[in-house]
């Protein structure tokens, strides 16, 4: 399991991380509470958890929430910044795949 701030001096949250556990693609991930989903999958070594049009995997970029690079859905929510989304026991996260959409353009002349 992974380390965060030191719960005593954490401004926000000044509580002891409990353990919870969340699914992934039907997999069981177990994170911290406190954490955010992009930082619970980062401390399992993952970086990337969405896949281009184009066959680019990405993931956190900015880690802010202002390049929508680390976007899935969460709980049937889609285009959640998984940076911004803090980690709830219980969260069903669903990473995407853009590979299998067709951006061809219909031609109507």
Known sequence: ????????????RP?????LRISVDGAPVEGLRGQSIAGVLLA??????????AGRR???FCGIG??????????GESDVRLCLRRVQDGDVVETRDD???DDTVEDRS
Not at 1 to 12: C, F, G, N
Not at 15 to 19: G, Q, V
Not at 44 to 53: C, D, I, K, L, P
């Open 44 to 53: 399992r070594g993952e970086t990337a958890w969405r896949t281009t049009v």
């Open 15 to 19: 509580a002891e991380p409990r353990p």
């Open 99 to 101: 590979t299998a959409q």
């Open 66 to 75: 202002v390049c929508f690079e680390c976007v899935a859905t969460v709980n």
């Open 1 to 12: 399991m992974s380390a965060i701030v030191p719960w005593e001096s954490d401004p926000i």
């Open 58 to 60: 990405r993931g956190v």
